[in-house]
């Protein structure tokens, strides 16, 4: 496993068979984007975690996996998940990826997300 890195709440991390990018909503994406089958994750609609821009990564191998207070229609490869929602999604290789959508809420705002990944 690699972790890139991007700014403020973006990341990407490579695992062998796919890349799980998070909260990507600008900078310079690494160059092995594109390899591998994608996961995009948007925690919430907020400017510095989503940016419809992640749409153009749109790939036959990409899945968006989406905070349901981004509204965007779901489509075969969109998803929307809410507080507390699980989810499997099967990786072109097969591996199974089980994802588990967490948000605590503090003073009537949303301060922290964690996704809880088994493969």
């Known amino acids: 496993m690699k972790v890139y890195f991007i700014q403020h709440s973006?990341?990407?991390?490579?695992?062998?068979?796919?890349?799980?990018?998070?909260?990507?909503?600008?900078?310079?994406l690494p160059k092995v984007i594109g390899q591998k089958p994608l996961f995009v994750f948007a925690s919430h609609v907020?400017?510095?975690?989503?940016?419809?821009?992640?749409f153009q990564l749109d790939g036959k191998e990409t899945t968006y996996i989406l905070s349901n207070d981004i509204p965007v229609e779901p489509k075969q490869n969109?998803?929307?998940?809410?507080?507390?929602?699980?989810?499997?999604?099967t990786t072109p290789a097969g591996k199974i990826l089980s994802i588990f959508f967490f948000i605590f809420t503090l003073h009537t705002k949303q301060h922290f997300i964690k996704y809880t990944f088994r493969k």
């Open 10 to 28: 973006s990341f990407l991390v490579e695992f062998e068979e796919f890349h799980l990018l998070f909260d990507y909503y600008g900078g310079k």
């Open 46 to 54: 907020h400017a510095d975690h989503y940016n419809p821009v992640i």
């Open 78 to 89: 969109i998803h929307l998940l809410g507080k507390n929602q699980r989810a499997s999604y």
